[in-house]
């Protein structure tokens, strides 16, 4: 089981960058895929963003593709999401989460199985 605590949210002006952090607890950290996703009122959860445990290698979802970077210190079990040129379609609230090995795809939330309580991203124009 993974516990998963997000901070860095809060609100911006458009064009600027904020850091997300995602702090992990427990030993699988470190070997599991870690994603992730934002959520706005009346929206399905949308991914934004993972990180494959096994190779290190980065998705991203095209809206934040060149924007966005995602990145993790297995030493210190702990995500990163960092953003750049922030718009405020960027606004909503953002969400770590380790997927589950061998379910479904990384950009797919139903494959990931722990989640954190998310942290607000506000982006004004």
């Known amino acids: 089981q993974v516990q998963l605590v997000e901070s860095g949210g809060g609100l911006v002006q458009a064009g600027t960058s904020l850091r997300l952090s995602c702090a992990a607890s427990?030993?699988?950290?470190?070997?599991?895929?870690m994603g992730w996703f934002r959520q706005t009122p009346g929206r399905e959860r949308e991914f934004v963003a993972a990180?494959?445990?096994?190779?290190?290698?980065?998705y991203y979802a095209d809206s934040v593709k060149g924007r966005f970077t995602i990145a993790r210190d297995n030493a210190k079990n702990t995500l990163f999401l960092q953003m750049t040129s922030l718009q405020p379609e960027d606004t909503a609230v953002y969400y770590c989460?380790?997927?589950?090995?061998?379910?479904?795809?990384?950009?797919?939330?139903?494959?990931?199985?722990?989640w954190g309580q998310g942290t607000q991203v506000t982006v004004s124009s």
């Open positions: 990180i494959a445990w096994s190779t290190g290698s980065p």
């Open positions: 427990g030993r699988t950290f470190s070997n599991r895929t």
């Open positions: 989460a380790s997927k589950a090995p061998y379910r479904g795809s990384f950009y797919d939330a139903v494959a990931y199985m722990n």
